[in-house]
């Protein structure tokens, strides 16, 4: 495909500029020479991506359209959809990894000599990693039943492009190539997965990386993997030392996705297939030593009626209504004897009526043998709290079923009562808290009780007429702070209270209605950031598991420590905190600026976020922030495109001051900070205090006077 086939929304060429939308709509008016739109619409064109980089440079808008951005625009514009690209571009990338030297020999030829020759490459690559292709298994629509003789049928989920197919992705396979030069096959392909995951949140239903690596920690190592509803294969890349993966999911372009992610992160046997696991099954002869699977919730039309009498219903044939469990055995019947299982879970499969059955089958021959409650905003949906079913395939050694069932619950784990929720959650205290409860059990079969946090409770206890394993329900409630504790938070809240007092502001002095402030003269911050005066930066790229710690919009705030991670996907550039930066939430219409601290420099800035950093020789930072949190101001720069408010930073108004009286008005911003401050830390110890007693008085611990 031509650089002059790809079109870019105006949104796109601000991105390709650094610039906001605004600007771009202002050259529009501006300069006559700006491109003509090629496509889209009156009220959101499009614009030919070559014109578009040719003008920028003329203008010196740019000097040259960063490669990540203009492979990501020649996905996104591609005319057979962004995921048949991505598929291409996985294919090449493969082939860069696997066949170097034969990638050189052909990137050196023309356009229609590489699109002739390059699909024999890409089938023999893929051949050799994913095995030959054959039929298709009939996919078994919704509703639809597995014909006689279907199943078990297994075929490569992964298909070479033909030269017709393969000739509108050239630039982006020369570009995608180029770019696993610099960074590597596997980031240059987590880059664009990781680009379109982001563009298309409501697609796709996520594994976050947290509860991912929680659920490969828990199973443990393994030498051969199924993930039955791999979706884009997160779980399966949580297991970097396995030497067999096996991907399946009913939608074919996640099943490739999938198996080319995994082929290009290692050296493992990799298999994807295409087709619903639970009607067509790729995989039915498997002996896994580990299935992880984030099955999907709540699905009416899972096979109820047509799998009746399927073998894999070990336990009892799940209800229509619970097509949790369904999963839940096709699990178990797909590991070898002693072999682990790991589901992600709806905290309702632990106790809805009519699963009950199921579960007490699991319970009494030993298959189901922990059950772990996660916070919300630990995984989709982040609304509420899921629940991680830890299971092992019965076998001899465990005939007589297991005594006891491990219950952790991770809603009382410090950090996640107070700051929990997506993107905040503490996940190295999470995931040492459930190891350190399931390590032990896995071994003894038992565990002591941890107050509030996990305890093993014997099978028999649980076989009443509900059998209701939520955690919650079986778990002591964590002790209650005792007097003295109480006490010492009075103490802190007492002194909190006095430091409230000092820092209080003294009377305002009105200022007179002709007095400086009503001749002041105004600037934005856009014509600062022109003049140098301060650089702009958006918060939000992904840095990778070892990242720093992230300022979220949470952390803004609420005024907290930077406690956050950067969005999973492709490492890129974090935007690194300084002391004297200024941070600002760009959704939500709150009037919030937030100026570094020594304490804080050195974190990644967050999504959603926009970071200032002002000339020290010309911007007072707490003047500048002071005057970014005017109402008035805030309303001004906010706009209304969706039902949210988004706030245009550029747009901010600051008076022209000299550095002298910038930093008069800078002082008293930072007083007031330090008072603001004081009261959300005796708000917290209040909140704290009261409950305390609370907890105290209803358990016992605490006397009335």
């Not at 203008?59 to 996104?76: D, H, T």
């Not at 039943?145 to 989920?157: C, F, K």
């Not at 055995?329 to 589901?343: I, P, S």
């Not at 394993?469 to 009075?490: M, T």
Request: proline letters at 9%; aromatic letters at 4%; charged letters at 25%.
């Amino acid at each position: 495909m031509p650089d002059q086939a790809v079109e870019v929304t105006a949104a796109a060429i601000a991105r390709l500029a650094g610039v906001g939308r605004a600007a771009v709509s202002n050259w529009r008016r501006r300069h006559a020479d700006f491109p003509k739109p090629v496509g889209g619409t009156e009220t959101s064109p499009s614009f030919a991506l070559h014109d578009v980089e040719r003008w920028l440079r003329e203008q010196g808008k740019v000097a040259e359209v960063p490669l990540r951005e203009r492979i990501w625009q020649q996905l996104s514009a591609h005319p057979a959809g962004a995921l048949t690209a991505l598929v291409h571009a996985g294919c090449a990338l493969l082939v860069v990894r696997e066949r170097p030297t034969a990638w050189r020999e052909l990137a050196a030829l023309d356009d229609t000599e590489l699109t002739a020759r390059l699909p024999a490459l890409i089938e023999e690559v893929l051949g050799e990693r994913f095995g030959q292709a054959g039929p298709a298994p009939h996919r078994g629509g919704r509703g639809q039943g597995r014909p006689p003789g279907d199943r078990g049928v297994h075929s490569r989920s992964v298909n070479t492009p033909g030269v017709a197919d393969l000739a509108p992705s050239v630039p982006l396979v020369r570009g995608a190539a180029e770019l696993a030069g610099e960074v590597g096959a596997r980031e240059a392909f987590e880059f664009l997965l990781g680009r379109h995951l982001d563009a298309n949140p409501r697609q796709y239903t996520l594994t976050p990386r947290g509860p991912a690596e929680l659920m490969a920690a828990l199973a443990g190592p393994a030498a051969t993997v199924l993930d039955p509803a791999c979706g884009t294969g997160t779980l399966l890349c949580a297991l970097p030392d396995a030497g067999a993966l096996h991907a399946q999911d009913a939608d074919p372009d996640l099943a490739a996705l999938t198996g080319l992610r995994l082929a290009l992160a290692g050296t493992a046997d990799v298999r994807a297939a295409a087709a619903d696991s639970l009607r067509a099954d790729a995989f039915e002869h498997l002996a896994a030593d580990a299935v992880l699977c984030h099955p999907p919730f709540n699905e009416r039309s899972w096979g109820h009626d047509e799998l009746a009498y399927d073998p894999r219903w070990e336990y009892g044939l799940p209800a229509r209504t619970e097509s949790e469990l369904a999963w839940v055995q096709h699990a178990l019947a797909r590991l070898r004897e002693g072999g682990t299982a790991v589901l992600l879970m709806p905290p309702a499969a632990a106790s809805r009526r009519s699963g009950r059955r199921v579960r007490a089958d699991l319970l009494r021959r030993g298959a189901l043998r922990a059950v772990v409650a996660l916070p919300a905003g630990a995984a989709p949906p982040y609304g509420i709290p899921l629940h991680l079913w830890v299971l092992r395939r019965p076998g001899a050694a465990t005939a007589g079923g297991a005594p006891e069932l491990l219950l952790v619950d991770t809603a009382g784990i410090e950090g996640v009562a107070v700051d929990g929720g997506r993107d905040r959650l503490p996940w190295p205290a999470l995931r040492s808290a459930v190891l350190d409860a399931w390590t032990p059990f896995d071994r003894d079969g038992t565990v002591a009780e941890r107050a509030g946090l996990s305890r093993s409770v014997p099978v028999i206890d649980l076989l009443d007429d509900d059998v209701d394993l939520s955690p919650a329900r079986h778990l002591p409630p964590p002790a209650a702070e005792g007097a003295a504790a109480l006490d010492a938070i009075r103490e802190r809240l007492d002194a909190a209270l006095r430091r409230t007092t000092e820092l209080t502001p003294p009377p305002a002095a009105p200022a007179p209605p002709s007095g400086p402030a009503a001749h002041r003269r105004l600037t934005t911050v856009g014509e600062l950031a022109r003049a140098g005066a301060l650089v702009l930066r958006p918060g939000g790229a992904g840095a990778g598991p070892d990242g720093p710690p992230v300022l979220t919009e949470h952390d803004v705030l609420a005024g907290t420590a930077p406690s956050g991670a950067l969005p999973e996907g492709p490492a890129e550039e974090p935007v690194l905190t300084r002391a004297g930066d200024v941070v600002v939430p760009v959704l939500g219409g709150g009037t919030v600026a937030r100026v570094v601290s020594e304490a804080d420099a050195g974190a990644a800035l967050g999504r959603n976020l926009q970071l200032l950093r002002p000339e020290p020789d010309a911007l007072d930072p707490w003047f500048l922030a002071g005057f970014l949190r005017g109402t008035a101001n805030n309303r001004q720069a906010s706009s209304y495109a969706t039902t949210a408010s988004r706030l245009d930073v550029r747009r901010l108004h600051l008076p022209r001051l000299a550095l002298a009286e910038q930093r008069r008005y800078g002082e008293r911003f930072r007083a007031l900070a330090a008072f603001e401050d004081a009261l959300r830390l005796a708000g917290r110890l209040g909140e704290q205090l009261v409950q305390g007693l609370h907890d105290g008085l209803t358990d016992g611990t605490v006397e009335p006077e």
